[in-house]
């Protein structure tokens, strides 16, 4: 049996991905700063919850729902469309409604509250901003098995997630492993998308994608070039080297 694959709703991409994200995988997406991790996971929620009626949410640890809003309007997205099928959960609110002790169970309250969503109206699609944002505030202690324990619960949770991780900074600019430093929750991914900042002469930089790996799928392994225009983004082949 075909496993059901998910569009991303992003020019060029599916045909990277074999066809689309397995439905129930989670995704590492890897990449310094200023890769458009955060850009290009909120326009697939968006694109999806827009074209086929997806219910997306994206779950920010690191900017408030009001910073991520103010910041998706300027890049172009119809926030409008699709304000009944894309949320919004940030650490404000969620550290509201656990108060500030550190005894309070903070990942069984995004546990909970994950499922009480699906509950109510369904969940199709998640993004997860940032894994590292989520080790501080969960406090893991045993790093692989709390990761092991977590990705497991999100497929149980039947939604397909995308998880932003930041790449080692200490790694050149030009290419970075983007499983250095990272061994653990990249053997527990169902797949690997890398971002990254290409140097293509003395001025100019070009942003690229790869797909390191995706289970259950034929997909390209070399970098595409990711160009983002009027407010979408398209994968094109390299031309420049």
Known sequence: METKKIPTCVDGLDDVLGGGIPAGHVVLVSGLPGTMKSTLTFAILHGNARDHGAKALYVSLEQTRKSLEAQMAAMGFDLDATRGDVHILDVGSIQKELGRSATKPWMEFLRRTLETKKEIDGIDLVVLDSLEALEVLAKFEDRRSDLFAFF????????????????????????ADPT?????????????????????????????LRVVKMRGSNHLTGFHALVFEDGRFQITRVISL
């Open 152 to 175: 497991e619960w999100l497929r149980d949770l039947g939604a397909t997630t995308l998880v932003l991780a930041e790449a080692a900074a200490d790694l050149p600019f030009l290419g």
């Open 180 to 208: 250095h430093g990272r061994k653990d929750e990249a053997y527990l991914a169902d797949g690997i998308v890398e971002l990254k900042m290409h140097q293509i002469s003395d001025v100019d930089v070009q942003r690229r």
